[in-house]
């Protein structure tokens, strides 16, 4: 069974960074698309930005360049580095993996395994 799992998240102050990672296992295949994802209550799961083994990227449109992804192949782990963070940045973050695409689906249908997600709260 593939895991998924988040870590990193916690608390931050308005205009500071964080960095989230993400442990995929048990994954079958060499090459897929990984991505992170938000979604407050009441909200559309949001695409953060996505990559691919071949370390093709795509960013949200919120994005504004405060944010990069990364893959590590070997450790098949995930990171997303946040910067300029605001309170509208606070929300539940999730980590999907799905298929291989040479440029990866931002909707979140097209990720077949999820995490817990792992929670972001930036204060004034």
């Known amino acids: 069974q593939v895991q998924v799992a988040e870590s990193g998240g916690g608390s931050v102050q308005s205009g500071g960074s964080l960095r989230l990672s993400c442990a995929l296992s048990?994954?079958?295949?060499?090459?897929?698309?990984m991505g992170w994802y938000r979604q407050g209550p009441g909200n559309e799961r949001e695409v953060v930005a996505v990559?691919?083994?071949?370390?093709?990227?795509a960013y949200g449109p919120f994005v504004a360049g405060r944010v990069g992804i990364s893959l590590d192949n070997a450790e098949r782990t995930l990171s997303l580095q946040m910067s300029s963070l605001s309170s509208e940045d606070s929300t539940m973050y999730y980590c999907a993996a799905g298929a291989f695409q040479w440029s990866c689906a931002v909707e979140p249908d097209e990720y077949q395994y999820w995490g817990q997600g792992t929670r972001v709260d930036v204060s004034q």
């Open positions: 990559i691919n083994t071949h370390a093709k990227t």
């Open positions: 048990r994954l079958t295949y060499n090459n897929y698309c």
